[in-house]
Each structure stands twice: as structure tokens, then as C-alpha cells.
């Protein structure tokens, strides 16, 4: 309703205002204007009163806008000030007020008298030329005349309200029904009449008329009911968690674009309606030639989905998108990841479709959606004729209809036998209640679910035009599903002409578990937004000054400095308080922060008001003809768009809506512009806000629109595996079990949790006596004056545990900087973080502290939040609480014992450990205390180094000839089983801060933990302070630092036993000693200077004292994922060779877990395994490496082919996700062009085309630049010599390993090659016969045929003498055929002679 004091005069309508006397808009009905005689009562049956309201006025209005129908803010008091009367008045009463009054208007004029309860208002008689209208019966003006005149309205109202009271509660049936609101206005006015001899005083008048509009809007509320139902059954109410809500929705034709009205409509109808599956009929599309950006992954919005649509495939008519008939299924949410199997009508027709919810081992749910179409020859494309005609073209001469029954029950007789529960949602076109489809469906039990649950009730009609009440719409269930809730739904004729028919069914019931899945919400802060950042801080700067929090904290913190940081229990009390007040107040803020908007047009602001006022219309026009839509709806929806409907008639709303819809259109050619120019306001906006240049923040933002639109595309297209635990296997009872109900899920994850950070309670370190030694976290005295350095006995017991705690005892310490945490320090801390880092959930994110550390004032209260547990060793109550959330390490692989778990911690509290590993580390390096075999955790170091590394010393073993082993073992659950004593002492040594370990050590092994499933927090518990759990935990920002700094002492302890390789390079005599490589849990040891059984022997002691030191930290091998080498060569016809297995026999064990000694795999010489992503075999072979790559690019082309994909989102597919998987290895890697097109053939045969290019394009200009107007696709054997290249560069000027090896392979090849001068400028092709391939002589023929010069500042092999030669450049210069020269090379290095010098004289003898 519009303002008072806005409403233009219309001819016909009379404006009063009760309060001021004035004149104020209410329409009068035409029967009254024109004179006729008209006799409504209210006590006439409600068939009557019908009828005498429709003979009154074709208007819709009826008294809306006089004061008994207005709702209570509108409604104004009586005033003094009236018009003088003429005329003889006649009396009439409010429609739709039920007492005894009466409306009688006569017919000599226009004499009308509006009657309600708070006074009589009479209109006067006047002529026919004059359409003033005059209010008698003035107020007494003396004031006990106005007091007695205002008791009287008092006492009406009281008796008006306890007559409204008693029908409604007549009406209702029942008493209970009755708001608690009427009880307390009768209170109130019974007040009211105690306070009657105090009228003069102005705030009991106030309190009388408040009182006195409370009655009269609970009058109007009780009173006034829907003109027509709505609604069939249950209304449309919040959906519990233990159900499965089902709706069948006859869509009346899906339209072809995607940007279209309805699909938008259909969206917010989905979301309004909190649907899980929804079927639907009559889809009308022809989905193979429905353009890409219009498919349905463009409609279903964000979120997980399934779907499945069929369609008649016999018939194509052209490109035409538009096909009668057609039916689907989308299933959404959490629940579209049990969707198991999918299945369509089989002739092709398109009449109906399936798909299968799978819960427990029992439970399989299958909805149908079904449409039968109309018998009809009226024209050929109708869903009948279509049918008609592929039958016949079969030579089956049938009804259609028929058929489709007769299909259909076999097909029901397979899905009923094989035990299905199912739901199948139906388009008749006949009345579902008829005795045919009863017995039809009765065969196999099943029943309309909607009527069955109101079979009470008259069910009305599902199709707009139907008149007869008769439903053809409906959803046939099992007899076993028990439905909860079902109805029809309000016409939404935006979407379809036809209700939505809903019902929902027990979830554990018909799933066999509870399927409980939580969708996690989309975060409403986002620190990259100014506008939302500075809101946030703002309001939570207010509130936490509105409770001085600020003052409070700083009181604290001052007596906790006092007493340098020793906290009693008062002030940890204190403290919890105010960290619970902030973390709440922070979330408060966020909820409020902004509402989110999704459609199928980009959304901008006049789109999004041209598509509301499109729905609006549609409801006006609606309400003319007649249709059942709710008044409120079109009122609230006015209210919204500030537009007016009342009194407009059928023609004009028809105008309003053709105006609105070609508005839309307009609009819609140009979203995408106009979302762009609605980015840019915004960036605009933002710019001035951080006073930068615009132009950065308008790039910024559409790069993000753009790649976030991409990257759902490319996600929904290419279906990437959801890696949440929705369904374990465990086992029980010795028998490997599926797991789907929600308490068995947490019960399994519990359980090998619980065991996985207890698994190290047998080591060394927690056995007596270490355990007294070392105490809990390394917190004794004993263990403190190791760490001091000082000299203390350590007790008897295991050799591993002593050797580490003896090494730790005599390393060198780091200095220490000092511990106190600065804002400016804190500040920069949250800005390096990213926002959707994942944490403790309940409490703020990441984003929360983020954006506060841009405000001084809320930085200073995190940062002293963060430093009082820092510098004191207190646990805050918030910190003691871990969440596991179990993810698969493989997808498609649920054993609960082959999951990872991370834990989310407390964002402050990660932040703390983030400061422990960030300083240790920098102390750590500075002493250089870290081995430098260690490459995880560490800055410059990467794992493609490290496999880089691997390679280059197998190829100085072969490249040397020398016989040696190479193991390579894996460490169970690397940071799980990790013992907090060893860890903290080893920490400590390092540079670690005391107090901040020994908080972090105390939370880790004393928090409860709770399970994160798809189905939410889990309420069971495990751990508290009696558990004793350990591990560093993954998710623990300090714990790969704490890794790498409690391995170092192991890989120190391994080299000074003399385990390794050591090579001395051949020119500059520089010695390289290489211990193992170590990456986290993976660890390569090596071992050279023995052959035969001794070399067995050798390895055998090397793995025994690895696994001595790795148990004494806790730690285990696991003997199925370790493998070893054994590298012996042989001369064999000429030419050197590897031994097989069979010629150099030897075993190798390691004990495993639970202390079982196991032969661990021993592989060939020819055979590659996979280590930290790359293939890597002896013999330098990379045909594993080729194959796994090619696998890799068949199984993305196979889904690029079906995705469907536009050019540029294939294009964005390929570049963000298969080649960087191929890139990955090439710094390791030593494929040929012919290797990498034999890898990449399978992918540019789907890409080139799904692109829009011909398969036969000449290369060179598909692999140019495109600034040489070529394609700029890549070209994978340039993309791995320029990585090579770029990693050697990078690696030449540093004191490194790979350094060292770089050089070492260098000079050996040097020396292999035998020439003189700079490798790299010379050709390869001559040497290609004689050297071995390696690493370096794989980079050296890349760089062949290119114009790039390397000159490498590596010793090279110089002429000693004047004219002096090398001997292979004298064979080339002859041309010696490939086989004479490297006969003569091996000659030639078993001399060990290089130039011509180095075998003649002066005298050439």
C-alpha cells in the first residue's frame, strides 16, 4: 500500500484521513456510483454472499482502503473536523464485517454511509454534477464531551475484539488456534478502561490508541481470509533434516536460451521450494542441438548436481531446439552423490527417464518422471503424432498411449523384482484418481503419495485451465514409503501453467541410513571487497566498544605483563570470556554482512528489476482473469518495486507486462556489458575507498568474474570428484563393510583416528624409561638440559633413541630472537594468509582476522590475543578443540584406513604454530643445522628438485659403472605418529620458543576431537586431557617444519655412519656426498662401494639403522610401499649393460608396524616406479613415464569429448588442468619430440576440434605465439627444454646439492665426450653414439636446431698444448662410422687419455 499523503484523486474514490480530517483514497464500488440497489448481509450463506459480492462491482478492491481493512500502520483515529451533511443517508458496513449490520444503498443518488467499529461515517447525497463528497456527525469539540465520545470508541473496540476472537476461534475449530496476541489485547484494553477518568493526560492517550491498534489489526489478521485457496495439503514448510522433498513439475516447455525469464524463475522456484529431486515433463527441448551456453548446467545454478533428460531422438528438425514432449530428473545437493545409475525410455521417445539413489547396502531409491501424452492429430509435431509415426515406421500398427503403458509396466515389473523402492511422478493428461491408473499402478502397491496423505480432503485441480477440479498431475510412490508431508503448490506462472506437486519421504527410511548432509555456506566476508571489509570492521568496532571489550582486554594484558606472563586462573577465566564475546560478535556481523544473488543472465541492477516486474504482472493479470494467486504476493512484490496495480485494469496490466518483457530483452542482449559496467561502478567504488588507480581494481575484478564463471563451467562439465567421506568401507568383524548411516561413518572414523595418533605409543620414547625422561612434551629437567646442551646421562635404551637424543645433545644452537610479537608483525602475518584457508568451523575464519589486521585497533586486540598464549604456554578454551576432516588420498578409494586426515584448528591458534615453524626454520638455516638431503619444508627446495636430483645421481652411478643400491621406503602416517617429546626437543634445539611449544604440544595432545563428514560435526568425541594422543597433525601450521627439523638429526646420524654416495668430479676433483633424498615421508637412501653380497649385506644394515631411528621418533615403514635397486654392470659384446635380478640375487626386509619382519619389493634394472611424481628406472629408460602421461591425456580428452564445453572453456581446461599435470615432471624428465607428440596425440585430437581447428592445421603455426600469429598452443618438448634449461640456470650460481650434481654430471660428460670446449655450442649429433644418456646429454640435444647459446660456468676440457687435438673431435673430423668411434671410446676412457698430447711427443712418437 502506497504512503498516505502520495494518493492522486481518482474520479470515483473518496480520500479520508481519520486522523487529520483530510481526504484520503479508497475506491467505491460501481454499484454505489451508478445508484443500484444492492442488499449484502453477513449472515447470509457464504454461496450467497459470493454471489452478491461478484453482481456488486467487477473491481477487486472492495473496501481495501477503507480504515477496518487497513493494516494497522495505516489505520488512522477519528478526527473532530467533518463535512456538514445533505441528503438522507443510508447505511453500510465493511464486506467482511460478519455482524449484523447491513449495506443498503438506494437508488435516488449518491447517498452512501461507510459503517465500521470505530464510527459512523456517512458520505452525502449530492447531484449528479458534482462528485464532491461531504463527512457529517463532527466530534464534540469541549473537552468532557470528547472524553466521553473517545470512552465510547473504547468500549466498541473491546467488543469488536472479543467478537473477532470468538469467530475466529469458531472458524478455526479449535481453541488452541487462537494468538497469544488477542489474550493480551483484551488485557490491554481492559486496562484501558481503568485508566478512562485520566483522559486528559497525553500518555494515556497514547497508550489507548497503540492499544486500541493492536485490536483492531488483530481484527483485521483474524477476519480476513484469501479470496482463493492456494494451496492443496501441506504448505510449503521448512524441510527437516530426515527428509528427501520430491517434486514433479510439468515445465510447459523449458525455453531455449538459458538467460530466458523462467529459467530464472525455475531457480528461485527451486530454492523457494527446498526441492532434492525434481522431476519434470514436457521439458520441450531437443538437447543435442541446444547450443553449449545453454544446456542445463547453465540453468541448475551453483551447487552439486545430477541430472538426465530424454527426448525423442528419431526425429531432428534441422537446427531447431524446440521438440514437444521430453521429460527429466535433476537431483541437487549432497544427495546427487549417490546417484548410481541413470536409465532412459529405450525406443528413444523419450517418454520417461530414471535415475537410482543409492544409500545402504539395502537401500536403492528410484525416481521416474513420465509423461503421456495427449491423443491428438490435429498436427504433426504434437508428442502423440511423433510417436504415431516412429511405430509405424517400426510396422507396429498401436495407440501410442497404449504402447507407452504397455513399456512402461515391463519396465516396472524389472525395477519392482529387483527390489527398488520407487517414486514416479506422472503428467496423465487424465485423472489420476480414475480406476484405470488405481489398478495400473496397483499391481505394484503403489499409490498417489499426495492424496493418499489427504484422502480426506477434496483435491483440486494441477492444470490452470481446468475448471472440473480434477487433478492430472501427480507422484506414485511404494506402499512402503512413508511420505511426511505432501501438497500442491500455489500456480507460479512464470514457470509452467501447471501446480507443483511435492511430497516428502523418510531419507533413513527408504536410504537405509541417515543421510544428513550439510552444504557448506558460502562465506559472506570477503577481505578483497572494500565495501564489505570496511563494513565489517566498522560494525565490529562498535560492538566491541558498546561492550568494552577493548578496555577490558587491555586490563587484562597489562597484569599479565606485570606478571610477566604467568597466568592465574582468574585471568585465563578473563580471558576466555572476552575471546567468546569476539568470536561471537564477529559472526553476528558477518551474517548480516549482504544476501546472495544467482541467475541465468549476469546479474546487474535494472536486470534484476526488470525480471521481478516481469513476475509481478504476471500475477496482476493473473488475479484478473480470475486465477487462484494470493493477494500478499502481488502486494509484496508492489511494495518491493514501488509499483501501483490497484484499480488497473485487465488491458493495462497486459500492456505493463508486454512493456516489462521487451524491457527484459533489451536488456538481455547486453547482460553481459552491463554486469561489466556494474563491476566497474564497483571497482570504481572500491579505488576511491583505497585510493588507487581505478583501472586496477576494474582488471582485477573481471579477471575474477571471468575465471570464476570459467572454472564452474569447467567443474560441472568435467564432473571432478567430490573427495568428502560420505561412504567409508571399514572393517568389521574381520570383514570389509560399506558404511552409509551417519553414526557408522563417525564410529569407523573415530575408531581408526583414535588408533592412527596412538600408533606410537609403543616406540621408544613413550616406553620407561625415556617416558620419565622426556615427560610428556619434552618438559622435565632432564630433557631441558639437553636441550641446553648440557651434560646429562641418558638412560638405557634403544640405540636409535639414544643416538638422537646424543646428537641433540652436541648440535650447535641457533641464536634466538626474542619471542614478543608485534602488531606490525601481526599485521603482515594475516596479509600473507589466503581467506579460504579452511579452519575450525563454529569459530571465525581466516577472512575475520584477515580483514581486521587493516584496523590498528582490532589488530592490536588479535595480536595481543595471540601473544598472551604465545609467551605464557596458556591454552584458551577455543584452541582446545580439533575437527578431523577425512578425505580420500585416491579418488574413488573410501577404506577408512587409506583416508587422510587434516585437522582444522583455530585460525589464531594456526597462526601462532605458522610463527613457531616460520622462526625455527629461519634460526635452523641460518646455523645450518638442517641436513641438506632434507628437501621438504623448505624455501628453494621443491620436489621436482628432488626427483631432478634423484636422477642425475642414477645416472652417475651408470654413467661410472659403479655397483651400488638404492632404497627407497615409506614412513607410515609421517606426521601422525610423531611423539611430542622427541619432536620438542628437537624443536627447541633448533630455535623453537619454549612456551609456544609447549601450548601447541598441550593442545595437541589434549583437545577433543570431532568428525567432519558430509553429514556435518559429528557430536561424538574422542581424546581429552587422559588420551595422551600424538602426532603433529596435518593441517598444523608448524608441523611440516617440525618434520623437517626432527628428521634432520636422522639423515646427520645415517651420513656420519658412512651410508651414501660420494662422487669426485672428473676435472675439478670436487667431492659430492649425498646421504638419501628426503621429502616429508618419502626417503631414498643410497648406498655405493660394495658389490655382490656384500652389497646386500651393506643395504640391509642401511635400512636397519634407518628404521631404528625413524621408530625411536615414532615413526614405522611401511614394507608394501618401499621397493629397492640393486645397480651392478656388466661388459657384455662390447658394450656395458645392467645385470638383471636373475644374475645378481639378494633380499632386503624391514619390520612393519607391528614389528613383523617383511621382504620389501626388488625391482629390475629396466623396471620405473613412481617417486614424487616422476618415473624414474636405472637404465634412464622413460617409457613408464610415457605411458602414464598418455593415460593421463586420453582419459581428459574422453571427458573434453563429452563435456560440451565452448572453445574457450576447453581451452581453460587444458590450461589449468592437463597441462599442468604434464608439466610437472619435464625438469626430471628426458622425453624426445616424438615421445611427447606420441603423449599429446590424444589430447589436440579433441581439443583442436572442440576449438574450432582443423586436426590437420600445420603445426608451426598451431605451436607459434600469437604474436607472430600463430595459435599459441603449447609445445610440451619446447615447454620441458626451456624448464630444464631455466632450472639449470637457476641452480648454476647457488651452494647447493643440485648444484654440485649439476656440475658433477657436466664434467663427466665431459669427459665421456672427450671434446674440447663448451659442451652446449657444440652439435650433438656426432656424440650422440658415444656418451651415455643422461640427464645432461638429454638437454644437450634439445638445445639442438634452436639459436639459443649456453655457456656453462663448469670447468671444460682445455688443449694443454699449441695445435693440440681431442681425439673424438679427430674421429669426426675423419668420419669414423658410429660403431668405430664408440669402440674406440671405450678404449680411449680406459686409458684415461683425452688429447692427442696425452699419447705422443714432441717428436710425434
Not at 583416508?899 to 638455516?925: C, D, V, W, Y
Not at 614412513?971 to 617429546?981: M, T
Not at 631411528?1109 to 629397492?1124: D, M, N, Q
Request: some cysteine; hydrophobic content about 35%; glycine content about 6%.
Amino acid at each position: 500500500m502506497s504512503p498516505v499523503g502520495k494518493r492522486k484523486k481518482v474520479k470515483g474514490t473518496i480520500s479520508v484521513d481519520l486522523v487529520r480530517g483530510k481526504l484520503r483514497q479508497a475506491t467505491i464500488p460501481s454499484a454505489w456510483r451508478t445508484g443500484q440497489d444492492t442488499n449484502v448481509t453477513a449472515a447470509t450463506p457464504k454461496s450467497q454472499k459470493r454471489n452478491a459480492i461478484k453482481q456488486r462491482s467487477s473491481s477487486k478492491t472492495k473496501h481495501k482502503h477503507t480504515n477496518a481493512a487497513r493494516p494497522h500502520k495505516y489505520r488512522r483515529r477519528p478526527s473532530g473536523r467533518h463535512l456538514p451533511t445533505t441528503g438522507q443517508p443510508t447505511q453500510a458496513t465493511h464486506p467482511s464485517d460478519k455482524s449484523q449490520a447491513t449495506c443498503n444503498t438506494s437508488t435516488g443518488g449518491r447517498h452512501v454511509a461507510l459503517q465500521h467499529r470505530h464510527q459512523d461515517v456517512p458520505i452525502s447525497n449530492h447531484n449528479n454534477n458534482n462528485n464532491d463528497i461531504n463527512i457529517c456527525n463532527p466530534i464534540p469539540q469541549n473537552v468532557e464531551e470528547r472524553a466521553a465520545h473517545r470512552q465510547h470508541h473504547r468500549r466498541t473496540n473491546k467488543k469488536n475484539s472479543r467478537r473477532c476472537q470468538k469467530r475466529a476461534t469458531t472458524t478455526n475449530g479449535n481453541v488452541k488456534n487462537n494468538n497469544v496476541k488477542d489474550r493480551k489485547n483484551e488485557q490491554n484494553n481492559n486496562n484501558n478502561n481503568n485508566n478512562n477518568n485520566n483522559n486528559n493526560n497525553s500518555t494515556t492517550r497514547k497508550k489507548q490508541r497503540k492499544n486500541g491498534r493492536k485490536s483492531a489489526h488483530q481484527w483485521w489478521t483474524s477476519t480476513t481470509r484469501p479470496e482463493t485457496k492456494e494451496w492443496f495439503g501441506h504448505a510449503l514448510q521448512v524441510k527437516r533434516k530426515s527428509a528427501v522433498r520430491i517434486g514433479f513439475q510439468n515445465v510447459g516447455r523449458l525455453p531455449k536460451f538459458a538467460s530466458h525469464v523462467k529459467s530464472a524463475a525455475m531457480q528461485e522456484m527451486w530454492t523457494d521450494s527446498k526441492l532434492d529431486i525434481l522431476l519434470m515433463a514436457e521439458v520441450g527441448l531437443n538437447w543435442s542441438v541446444v547450443d553449449h551456453r545453454n544446456q542445463w548446467r547453465e540453468r541448475k545454478g551453483d551447487g552439486p548436481e545430477k541430472h538426465i533428460f530424454a527426448y525423442n531422438k528419431h526425429e531432428h528438425d534441422g537446427d531447431t531446439t524446440s521438440q514437444y514432449g521430453g521429460v527429466g530428473i535433476s537431483v541437487r545437493g549432497h544427495l546427487s552423490k549417490l546417484v548410481t545409475n541413470k536409465q532412459k525410455d529405450p525406443s528413444g521417445l523419450g517418454r520417461w527417464c530414471s535415475q537410482v539413489v543409492k544409500g545402504g547396502s539395502s537401500g536403492v531409491l528410484r525416481v521416474v518422471s513420465v509423461y503421456i501424452p495427449c491423443k491428438s492429430t490435429g498436427g504433426a509435431s504434437t508428442v502423440w503424432s511423433q510417436h504415431r509415426r516412429w511405430w509405424n515406421k517400426k510396422g507396429i500398427d498401436t495407440d501410442p498411449i497404449e504402447k507407452l503403458w504397455e513399456d512402461l509396466g515391463r519396465q516396472m515389473d524389472e525395477w519392482f523384482h529387483d527390489g527398488e523402492q520407487i517414486v514416479l511422478g506422472i503428467d496423465a493428461n487424465q485423472d489420476v484418481r480414475s480406476a484405470s491408473i488405481k489398478e495400473y499402478f496397483g499391481k505394484w502397491n503403489m499409490v498417489e503419495g499426495v492424496l493418499r496423505c489427504h484422502a480426506d480432503e477434496q483435491p483440486m485441480e494441477t492444470q490452470h485451465r481446468n475448471s472440473s477440479q480434477t487433478p492430472i498431475d501427480g507422484i506414485f510412490v511404494s506402499q512402503g514409503i512413508t511420505i511426511n508431508q505432501a501438497g500442491y503448490a500455489p500456480y507460479n506462472p512464470t514457470v509452467s501453467d501447471h501446480r507443483l506437486i511435492w511430497l516428502d519421504i523418510d531419507k533413513n527410511e527408504v536410504l537405509k541410513g541417515r543421510f544428513h548432509f550439510q552444504h557448506r555456506g558460502k562465506r559472506k566476508l570477503k577481505c578483497h571487497n572494500p565495501v564489505l571489509r570496511n563494513t565489517y570492521i566498522k560494525r565490529v568496532k562498535e560492538k566491541f566498544q558498546q561492550e568494552h571489550l577493548d578496555q577490558q582486554l587491555d586490563s587484562l594484558y597489562a597484569q599479565i605483563q606485570q606478571r610477566s606472563f604467568v597466568l592465574t586462573k582468574a585471568m585465563q577465566r578473563e580471558y576466555n570470556r572476552i575471546d567468546s564475546r569476539m568470536n561471537v560478535i564477529r559472526k553476528e556481523v558477518e551474517e548480516g554482512l549482504r544476501r546472495f544473488k544467482a541467475g541465468g543472465v549476469d546479474w546487474s541492477p535494472d536486470i534484476g528489476r526488470a525480471r521481478l516486474e516481469i513476475g509481478l504482472w504476471h500475477l496482476v493479470i493473473n488475479k484478473k482473469k480470475g486465477c487462484k494467486v494470493h493477494i500478499k504476493t502481488i502486494q509484496r512484490k508492489a511494495k518491493k518495486l514501488k509499483l501501483e496495480f490497484r484499480g488497473m485494469s485487465l488491458e493495462v496490466a497486459e500492456a505493463k507486462m508486454k512493456e516489462a518483457t521487451q524491457l527484459y530483452y533489451t536488456l538481455k542482449k547486453t547482460h553481459r556489458q552491463r554486469r561489466s559496467d556494474f563491476l566497474e561502478q564497483q571497482a570504481r567504488e572500491y579505488a576511491r575507498l583505497e585510493n588507487v588507480p581505478a583501472e586496477q581494481h576494474i582488471k582485477a575484478l573481471q579477471q575474477r568474474e571471468q575465471q570464476r564463471n570459467q572454472a564452474r563451467r569447467v567443474h560441472a562439465a568435467l564432473q571432478t570428484t567430490d573427495t568428502s567421506a560420505f561412504r567409508v568401507f571399514a572393517n568389521v568383524n574381520g570383514q570389509a563393510r560399506e558404511l552409509t548411516k551417519q553414526q557408522d561413518i563417525e564410529r569407523a572414523c573415530i575408531r581408526e583416528n583414535r588408533t592412527r595418533f596412538l600408533q606410537a605409543k609403543g616406540t621408544p620414547a613413550l616406553q620407561q624409561p625415556l617416558r620419565s625422561f622426556l615427560g610428556k612434551w619434552g618438559e622435565t629437567a632432564a630433557a631441558q638440559s639437553i636441550v641446553q646442551g648440557q651434560s646429562v646421562e641418558i638412560p638405557s635404551c634403544d640405540n636409535g633413541a639414544r643416538e638422537i637424543l646424543t646428537f641433540l645433545q652436541n648440535q650447535s644452537r641457533p641464536q634466538q630472537a626474542a619471542t614478543e610479537l608485534t602488531v606490525v608483525e601481526h599485521q603482515q602475518a594475516w596479509k600473507k594468509q589466503n581467506e579460504q584457508t579452511a579452519s575450525l568451523p563454529g569459530v571465525p575464519h581466516f577472512g575475520h582476522y584477515k580483514a581486521s589486521a587493516l584496523d590498528t585497533t582490532l589488530a592490536t586486540m588479535d595480536c595481543r590475543m595471540r601473544e598472551i598464549p604465545y609467551r605464557s604456554g596458556f591454552t584458551p578454551t577455543s584452541w582446545r578443540h580439533i575437527v578431523d576432516f577425512q578425505i580420500l588420498k585416491k579418488p574413488g578409494v573410501y577404506n577408512v584406513e587409506k583416508m587422510r586426515t587434516i585437522q582444522l584448528m583455530h585460525p589464531s591458534f594456526n597462526i601462532n604454530n605458522k610463527r613457531i615453524g616460520r622462526r625455527m626454520m629461519e634460526a635452523a638455516e641460518a646455523a645450518q643445522v638442517l641436513a641438506p638431503d632434507q628437501y621438504g619444508s623448505r624455501k628453494q627446495h621443491s620436489a621436482v628438485a628432488a626427483a631432478t636430483n634423484k636422477r642425475l645421481v642414477v645416472d652417475a652411478l651408470r654413467v661410472r659403472k659403479v655397483s651400488g643400491a638404492f632404497i627407497s621406503n615409506d614412513a607410515k602416517s609421517c606426521y601422525d605418529r610423531v611423539v611430542h617429546n622427541m619432536a620438542n626437543l628437537a624443536m627447541q634445539v633448533a630455535g623453537g620458543d619454549k612456551e609456544a611449544l609447549d601450548c601447541m604440544f598441550q593442545i595437541l595432545r589434549e583437545a577433543t576431537h570431532s568428525i567432519l563428514t558430509a553429514y556435518g560435526i559429528s557430536a561424538a568425541r574422542y581424546g581429552g586431557s587422559s588420551s595422551a594422543l600424538q602426532g603433529l597433525g596435518q593441517g598444523n601450521g608448524c608441523a611440516p617444519a617440525g618434520w623437517a627439523v626432527l628428521s634432520s638429526p636422522l639423515l646427520h646420524i645415517m651420513r656420519r655412519k658412512g651410508y651414501g654416495a660420494s662422487f669426485e668430479s672428473a676435472l675439478s676433483q670436487a667431492v659430492t656426498s649425498i646421504t638419501a633424498f628426503a621429502f616429508v615421508d618419502d626417503t631414498d637412501l643410497i648406498v655405493t662401494g660394495w658389490k655382490g653380497l656384500e652389497l646386500n649385506a651393506r643395504a640391509q644394515a642401511c635400512i636397519d639403522d634407518w628404521q631404528s631411528l625413524i621408530t625411536a621418533t615414532g615413526g614405522a615403514i611401511v614394507p608394501e610401499k618401499s621397493f629397492w635397486w640393486k645397480i651392478e654392470h656388466e661388459f657384455v659384446n662390447g658394450k656395458w649393460r645392467l645385470q638383471s635380478v636373475d644374475k645378481t640375487p639378494g633380499d632386503i626386509s624391514v619390520c612393519d608396524a607391528d614389528r613383523n619382519r617383511k621382504t620389501i619389493q626388488r625391482l629390475g634394472p629396466k623396471e620405473a616406479s613412481k617417486t614424487l611424481g616422476v618415473f624414474l628406472s636405472p637404465d634412464g629408460s622413460s617409457k613408464q613415464q610415457i605411458e602414464y602421461l598418455r593415460q593421463k591425456t586420453v582419459n581428459f580428452a574422453e571427458q573434453l569429448r563429452c563435456s560440451g564445453l565452448p572453445p574457450q572453456d576447453v581451452w581453460y581446461a587444458v590450461r589449468t588442468k592437463i597441462l599442468a599435470t604434464v608439466r610437472y615432471p619435464m625438469e626430471a624428465s628426458t622425453l624426445s619430440q616424438a615421445d611427447w607428440t606420441r603423449v599429446m596425440a590424444p589430447l589436440w585430437k579433441v581439443v583442436l576440434p572442440s576449438c574450432r581447428i582443423m586436426r590437420t592445421f600445420p603445426r608451426a603455426i598451431r605451436h607459434a605465439p600469437t604474436r607472430f600469429f600463430g595459435l599459441g598452443l603449447p609445445q610440451p618438448f619446447a615447454a620441458q627444454t626451456t624448464a630444464k634449461l631455466l632450472f639449470m640456470v637457476r641452480e648454476w650460481f647457488k651452494q647447493s646439492t643440485t648444484n654440485a650434481l649439476l656440475q658433477d654430471a657436466w664434467e663427466q660428460t665431459c669427459l665421456e665426450s672427450g671434446t674440447e670446449g663448451q659442451l652446449l655450442e657444440k652439435s650433438f649429433v656426432p656424440f650422440q653414439a658415444i656418451v651415455t644418456p643422461t640427464w645432461i646429454t638429454h638437454m644437450w640435444a634439445s638445445l639442438q636446431g634452436t639459436n639459443i647459446s649456453v655457456t656453462a660456468p663448469f670447468p671444460v676440457i682445455r688443449a694443454q698444448r699449441l695445435h693440440d687435438k681431442a681425439f673424438t673431435d679427430i674421429w669426426i673430423e675423419r668420419g669414423l662410422d658410429d660403431k668405430l668411434r664408440y669402440r674406440l671410446n671405450i678404449c680411449r676412457m680406459a686409458q684415461a687419455v683425452i688429447m692427442l698430447s696425452d699419447v705422443t711427443s714432441a717428436s710425434h712418437l
